[in-house]
């Protein structure tokens, strides 16, 4: 193997595999944090009773979130709730946020200092890859996962990367997300598959947290392992008051290889509608605007943040939702939420007639919160429209940015928030 | 392995397609259950029609989307082998967690094979012999390791093995600490 440069995560893996590894290597590298939502624990603590495994390589490092159904509203889910309670009690978990506690476990510990730049994260669920908003490699282990927990590893492939360089800003009206969600279509899967995207670049700099955390969380619909954003100076401002250890900012090697460099130019970008049946099925929203909607949502690990209900409440303020919409709105975090009271957006959404739920996942997670009826029509800021998702089979879904979720609950219909806005006539 | 091919597209999807997702939102994982609704989805028929050993040649991105191991169990449980011209990563790994017999990247494969061609594959080597039409072809097999999962009939033997392999080397260690 020749020496040459690093990536990011060859950096990442090199140091927690105490060698220098490159793409392709062998590993078994131990997870510094280990995370798993509600909907599968009660599962990984069956499976560690199957196996025999009386105790975790390290419940120190394990975080357990109950994001995916917070609000039990059936005896099934208050009996997994309470199976959750107990696994994590029976195992000592370091880090168990039960329902009320947190909020959702692919942001949360972000906002709680657990997550640093340079860490390597394993988790049950595929959007684990948000905390690369900050600079750590977060990585989806799943029918694994109780390997994860009672070994602390699991084999994997030093992956490749696709470094993507980030210019010029974006224009007004337009969001992350719809960078986020064309990306999907202007990606082949096939170039990014099991790769890590590295963001980089002039236009990086401009993008807070929170535009991170979208960037970092839709590439995965693609077959992206994870996703990393190169840490910079906005991240170290983050964690400055969240993260008592020292924070590293992991930067590339300019030799390291790549499996390609791709240039995005963030000032082309029109707002993005993914249509039926999957999230890279993306159109210009102009494409199915008029369209009619039952059912609108905002929240999810890619859209929930307070930064995206500022967008919707902009919006929404002193305007009603449609009449024959339904429009839910979930923060992604109790930080969150909170801060959303305190700056007057929850009274914004509950006076245009929207419904607030539990910080976690929200509608996304499978609809247990707010589904669809048959044949519906549904808009909303999740990471998927398989058919399904949110319930009845036959229902449509789109997804598409806070602001045009926010303007078709008004309207009633798929609208470019911008007419609403005034800035396109 | 030898069987007949049963031809797909491309971007079959794994929920929905391959299996629906209610099966994943509920975690069933026994393969008995779930041979029974593989592709109904996409074929209400054909799980009905797949005996063991039949395998399934399919175009790019196959079980793209989100990834649930449900269909790769069904797959495994109907003792049926996949031969993709391409497959996510994701659903690569899951399935070799569930123990199917795959060549995951198989291009031209599919347009050279005829629906019910008797195909005879060596998973080891990569062959692929149309015993239908007599012609053979060869892409590359899947890597040692991950060979080794899918002999040892997926993810839970292997897991146990280096639990074993953990547990020995823990007692090691406190004996010779006691020395």
Known sequence: ?425 | MEGRAFILGNDIANDGHLMALEFALSRESDPEILRHQIFKGLDEALADQLTPGDLIVTGRRFAQGNPHIQGFIGLQGARIGLLTESIPSSSYRLAINAGVPLLPSCPGLRAQTTQGDILRVDFETGSVLNVTSGEELNFAPIPVHARAIIMAGGWPPMFKARLKQQKQSRERNHSGQKV
């Not at chain 1, 939420?337 to 607030?356: H, N, P, S, T, Y």
């Open chain 1, 1 to 425: 193997m020749s020496e040459r440069g690093f990536t990011i995560v060859e950096k990442i893996l090199s140091r927690v595999c105490k060698q220098n590894v490159y793409a392709s290597s062998l590993v078994f590298p131990e997870a510094e944090l280990v995370t798993m939502h509600d909907w599968y624990a009660a599962n990984a603590g069956a499976a560690l009773e199957a196996f025999g495994v009386e105790r975790m390589f390290d419940p120190s490092r394990v975080l357990i979130s109950t994001d995916h159904e917070p609000l039990a509203v059936s005896p099934g889910a208050a009996i997994r709730q309470q199976q959750v309670r107990n696994f994590a009690k029976k195992y000592n978990v370091g880090h168990f946020h039960d329902v009320g506690r947190s909020g959702l476990g692919h942001v949360f510990p972000v906002e709680a200092g657990l997550v640093r730049p340079g860490m390597f994260i394993a988790g049950y669920d595929t959007h684990v890859t948000n905390f690369g908003a900050v600079g750590a490699y977060g990585v989806a282990v799943l029918t694994e996962v109780t390997e994860l927990l009672a070994l602390g590893s699991v084999w994997q492939t030093v992956p490749e990367t696709v470094r993507i360089e980030l210019t010029g800003r974006m224009q007004k009206g337009v969001s992350i997300r719809d960078v986020a969600q064309r990306l999907l279509f202007t990606l082949d899967p096939e170039l990014v598959d099991d790769a890590v995207i590295e963001f980089g670049g002039a236009g990086t700099a401009g993008l807070g947290i929170d535009a991170r955390y979208t960037l970092c969380n839709t590439p995965t619909e693609i077959g992206a392992r994870s996703s990393i954003v190169e840490p910079d100076k906005i991240v170290t401002d983050y964690l400055a008051e969240r993260c008592s250890e020292p924070v590293d900012l992991l930067k590339a090697d300019t030799d390291a290889r790549y499996r390609a460099v791709v240039t995005v130019d963030l000032s082309t970008c029109e707002p993005q509608v993914s249509l039926p049946p999957r999230p890279e099925n993306v159109a210009d929203v102009s494409t199915v605007a008029g369209r009619e909607i039952d059912h609108a949502y905002i929240g999810s690990c890619a859209s929930g943040m307070l930064t995206d209900l500022r967008v919707a409440a902009e919006l929404l303020r002193g305007r009603q939702v449609n009449p024959r919409v339904r429009l839910f709105v979930t923060p992604v975090s109790q930080e969150v939420a909170r801060a959303a009271a305190q700056e007057g957006l929850m009274e914004v959404f509950i006076k245009a007639g929207a419904i607030i739920t539990q910080a976690g996942c929200g509608v996304c997670a499978g609809g247990r919160i707010g589904p669809v009826a048959p044949g519906e029509v549904s808009i909303g800021t999740g990471t998927r429209n398989d058919p399904g998702r949110l319930g009845a089979h036959d229902a449509t879904l789109y997804l598409a940015s806070p602001a045009t979720v926010a303007a078709s609950a008004i309207t009633g219909k798929i609208t470019d928030a911008r007419f609403l806005s005034g800035l396109v006539r």
